[in-house]
């Protein structure tokens, strides 16, 4: 999971506002377009280290920079992706890495923009949230789909068959990518980023619940309203029934995690009586 530095978050802003005017008034159709032309940069930024040091060299002229990602691409993506790319290649980053990270994220964000313009935005979030708990939940599914060496198309394929025929073509755009781009580390970890980027679109935190038994409509409506109080800010629900839990609920937002399961509450106590 690659974070930005400072230099790199102020080249960031800029581009995303390049990317957010270009999308003003657009169709889904085309924010999904420009999101698949920016994912597919991106990877080939990862791929060839030349080009990724050149367009990221800040000592060489911002035109020239320019140019250069112009006329390596050519016609391969719309007037729109240069666009914002322009807004890339002439800034300064704080190392070619985060510039191609930024470039992810533009990516990541103009898809789901297409989502939010087409109403599906729920789904794609609901359905990334899903997909990340059934490959928590299969160790052997995990292990396949972080192997940097596996076939991209055929985890593709597989993820389409976990989580049904009619998922949502952002989705599978979001995970293709993602899994394009692999080269190892924690899957579980990014597929529940991109759901919490989902969220975070319609400026919601998520909440990521485990309890022993399902809870009713009622308590999921009380214990949302509950934590978007303490949080000041809209809180979707993530449920994950685990037997394992012994009473209460797991809840995790962000870093923090509240513990009010039974085995939380013991060891809580067992800390204080060691004192």
Same mark, same amino acid.
């Given at each position: 999971?690659?974070?930005?530095n400072?230099?790199?978050?102020?080249a960031f802003?800029?581009?995303?506002?390049?990317?957010?005017?270009?999308?003003?008034?657009a169709t889904?159709?085309?924010a999904?377009?420009?999101?698949?032309?920016l994912?597919?940069v991106?990877r080939?930024?990862?791929?060839e280290?030349?080009?990724?040091?050149?367009?990221?060299?800040?000592?060489?002229?911002?035109?020239?920079?320019?140019?250069?990602?112009?006329?390596?691409?050519?016609e391969k993506?719309g007037?729109?992706?240069?666009?914002?790319?322009?807004?890339?290649?002439?800034?300064r980053?704080?190392?070619?890495?985060e510039?191609v990270?930024g470039?992810?994220?533009?990516?990541r964000t103009?898809?789901?923009?297409?989502?939010?313009?087409?109403?599906?935005?729920?789904?794609?979030e609901?359905?990334?949230f899903r997909?990340?708990r059934?490959?928590a939940n299969?160790p052997?599914?995990?292990?396949?789909l972080?192997?940097?060496a596996?076939?991209?198309?055929?985890?593709?394929?597989?993820?389409?068959?976990?989580l049904?025929?009619?998922?949502?073509p952002v989705?599978?755009?979001?995970?293709?990518?993602l899994?394009?781009r692999w +080269?190892? #580390? !924690?899957? /579980?970890?990014?597929?529940?980023e991109l759901?919490g980027? %989902? *969220?975070?679109? $319609?400026?919601?935190?998520v909440?990521y619940?485990?309890t022993?038994?399902?809870?009713?409509?009622?308590?999921?409506?009380?214990?949302?309203?509950?934590?978007?109080?303490?949080?000041?800010?809209?809180?979707?629900?993530?449920l994950?029934?685990?037997?394992?839990v012994?009473?209460?609920l797991?809840? +995790?937002? #962000? !870093?923090? /995690?509240?513990?009010?399961?039974?085995?939380?509450?013991? %060891? *809580?106590?067992? $800390?204080?009586?060691?004192?």
């Amino acid at each position: 999971m690659t974070t930005l530095n400072a230099a790199s978050r102020d080249a960031f802003a800029e581009a995303e506002r390049r990317l957010l005017a270009e999308l003003d008034g657009a169709t889904a159709e085309t924010a999904a377009g420009l999101g698949e032309d920016l994912s597919a940069v991106a990877r080939l930024l990862g791929r060839e280290s030349g080009l990724r040091r050149a367009i990221a060299d800040a000592s060489a002229e911002a035109a020239t920079r320019e140019g250069l990602i112009r006329a390596v691409l050519g016609e391969k993506v719309g007037e729109r992706a240069f666009v914002v790319l322009a807004a890339v290649v002439t800034a300064r980053w704080s190392s070619p890495r985060e510039l191609v990270h930024g470039i992810v994220l533009l990516g990541r964000t103009a898809l789901l923009i297409g989502a939010e313009k087409d109403t599906r935005l729920d789904a794609v979030e609901d359905e990334l949230f899903r997909l990340g708990r059934i490959v928590a939940n299969q160790p052997d599914l995990e292990r396949l789909l972080a192997d940097p060496a596996g076939n991209v198309g055929g985890k593709t394929t597989l993820v389409r068959g976990l989580l049904s025929d009619k998922v949502e073509p952002v989705t599978l755009s979001l995970v293709e990518d993602l899994l394009h781009r692999w +080269r190892g #580390g !924690d899957v /579980v970890a990014e597929i529940d980023e991109l759901a919490g980027a %989902a *969220a975070a679109r $319609r400026e919601r935190s998520v909440a990521y619940v485990r309890t022993a038994i399902a809870l009713t409509e009622a308590q999921q409506t009380r214990l949302i309203a509950t934590l978007s109080r303490i949080y000041a800010r809209q809180v979707a629900l993530h449920l994950e029934v685990d037997p394992t839990v012994r009473g209460g609920l797991l809840i +995790r937002i #962000g !870093d923090e /995690v509240i513990d009010g399961t039974a085995t939380g509450r013991l %060891a *809580a106590l067992g $800390r204080r009586l060691a004192g």
